[in-house]
Every structure is written in structure tokens, then in C-alpha cells.
């Protein structure tokens, strides 16, 4: 990206930021915390700020990511396959590792030659895995497995500017916001809220967003691919696929041309006899229980091998507390259709099933209010 480009990407982001940044965290009563002049020191009533347009992509589009059978990960969602060095028509195949029960299914692409761009209406999606194979007659097979991963949040560099963070490579802006905490033998109990276009989508915030609570794990859920196949999301969002292999072992699933990890570096999957899943690293093993309405596992219970761990407790998807295991205390979680505050003007009702505020031991809170846009209820403030 250029620094014009970047310069125009930043002015973009900017109205987002000031929109933004108005976060308010409200404590009880309010009248401890307002200004001498009265209300025009509560944030919690300031109204919204008027809505601007923009154009431009909110996430950009980048193309140049070639996939060799030695590649792990693509930095684009219609990124090039490549067989180096071949020649003579080849034959792409790609999925998933849903072994065919998913949506994305099975893509096939007949090419002349030995390279073939995956279109951007195949719908690679972000912290996904995937497989390919490449044939042609009279040759050897290859192919190789990938994630897409276009945020890259611990390799490119990025400017700032209003609490808004703009990727260098990818040209991509990201906001995030975080609460105050509690103090806890297993350490600070908070959450945060980040913004990002390209997030894969959460239950319970808008598209975009992503809720990030206290936990003393670092994976908080599995995702349940097929019968087969599961992906072990960490609090970071990357996500560590198995497959299950000989002897009903989970195996972690190796990036780039193997099938298999069997490094033993990588965390020890289970699947308990109720149906449950244990994931144990060199410190804590959890305990990851399937949600009845989703095709995921949620973090339910973890053990420290040194140390009291916090407790996470989820239902419909939705985190509902975090819970200090020493003193019992907990901070809730409240969601659209709840006791949610009412929303001051330019703000809209909190959407069903959308967080809305969460409520800390000592008696803070903490609220989430909504803006309507173009596409859809956003959170504003």
C-alpha cells in the first residue's frame, strides 16, 4: 500500500475512532461521577454523534498471496495455487475440513496449466483451514493445507492515529477498547471489545466485533467441523486444527505439505465419554462442553496443575460470566432482551441477544449502547 493510500485509509478510520472512543463504563450512582455543572460531565448521557458516509473497501482486497504444496498460510481470500515448476494442464481440488459436510464443500478447478487463482466467491473465510490437491496425468500429485489468516496481527507493522491501528500490508483498520478490572488471586477480571471488518463472526456483538473476556486458558473454544475434524480457537483468534486419527487419537492437523503434527508440541485433545472435550497443556487441563444450539464447544471448567484458574460459563454462545474460583465472585454478562440501560439519544435499543452491559462484584457496570447503520445495529459507544 502506498502512503497516499495509507494517508486516505486514515482519514477514513478517523470519524470511525471519534465515534468510537466515547466508551463509558458507569458505575452506580451516577451522580458520584458527574461534573460540577451536572450532567455535562456523565458520558453515559452524551448523545451519539452524527453518522458520516465514506467509501472506499472496509476490508481490502489483497491478491498477490501464492500457495506452494510448502505454504501454511494465505494473507488473502483469493489467493493463487501453485505447482513450481510444472508444466501441462492440472487439475485443483480444495475443501475443508469438514470432510464434505459444510457448506464450502469440495471446489474443483481445471486448469491449462499449473496454477489456478481461487475466485473470491468460493468463500474462504478467515482463520479457516484448508486442503488442496493438484493432478495432472503422467505426474505426480501434490497439494498441501493452508489457513487464511489477513490479519497477520503479530507480523506486519501498523500506524495508529486516535486509537485506531491501520495494517501496513494489508490496509486493514482496527479499533479496540477494554473495560476496568477487579483484582483476583488468578489475576485481572475485565473484558474488552475489538473491532476489525474481517472478524469472523460471534455470537452475541455485531459482524466485526469480537469479545475478548479475562481467562486464565489460552484457547476458549472448539469449533466442531465434522465428527471428524475440529478446530481449537485461541483467545488471540488463531485456531490449532486435529483430525481424528488411529485409535480415535485427535491429531493436530500440519500446515503446509504434511497431514499430520506429530511434534507433540501441540496441546492433547480428548473427547471424553459424555461428549465432552479436555485440552491439556503444560500448565491447566479444560474442559470444553458442546453447546446444544451451535456446532461448538465452549470453554466450561479448567484446572491449574500450579495455580486456581478463572472459570468462563457460556450458554447459546453467549459468555455469560468469569468467575474468580477463590472468592466465588463474578462479573455477568448481559444481553439484548435483558436489564440493558436505555439507550440516550442517537443510540438505538440494544439488538436481542447483543451484549449489553456487564456487571462487576464491586456494583460497577459496564454498557455497551448501539448505533444504527447502512449495515445494520453497530456498537457505538
Known sequence: MSSTSRKCAHVLVVAVALAL???????????????????????????????????????????????????????????????????????FTLTDLSDGTSAFGTRTYAEAGATSRIPIGAGLVQGNVYTWTATSPGQVPVGGSFTVDTQMPGVQQADALGGVNVGLSSGEASFAWSSHTMGAVPGSVGFGLQFQASNADEVGVPSGWSLQAASSFPYNRLMLWSERSVGLVGTDGQVSNYRLGAGDAWVPVQLGGGELDTSGLAPVLLRNPDGTFSVTTKSATAVFTPDGDTAVAYLSAVQGKDSPMLGQSWKAGRLQSVTDPVSNRKIDFVYGGGDCPKPVTGFIPAPEGMLCRVKFWDGSTAAVLYVDTPMGPSIGR
Open 21 to 91: 472512543l466515547a466508551s463509558a463504563c458507569s458505575s452506580t450512582p451516577v451522580s458520584d461521577r458527574q461534573a460540577a455543572g451536572g450532567s455535562a460531565g456523565d458520558p453515559t448521557t452524551l448523545p451519539a454523534l452524527p453518522a458520516g458516509t465514506g467509501t472506499g473497501e472496509r476490508v481490502p482486497v489483497w491478491t498477490g498471496a501464492v500457495l506452494t504444496p510448502s505454504s501454511w498460510v494465505s494473507t488473502s481470500l483469493t489467493p493463487t495455487l501453485s505447482v513450481p515448476g510444472a508444466s501441462g494442464a492440472w487439475t
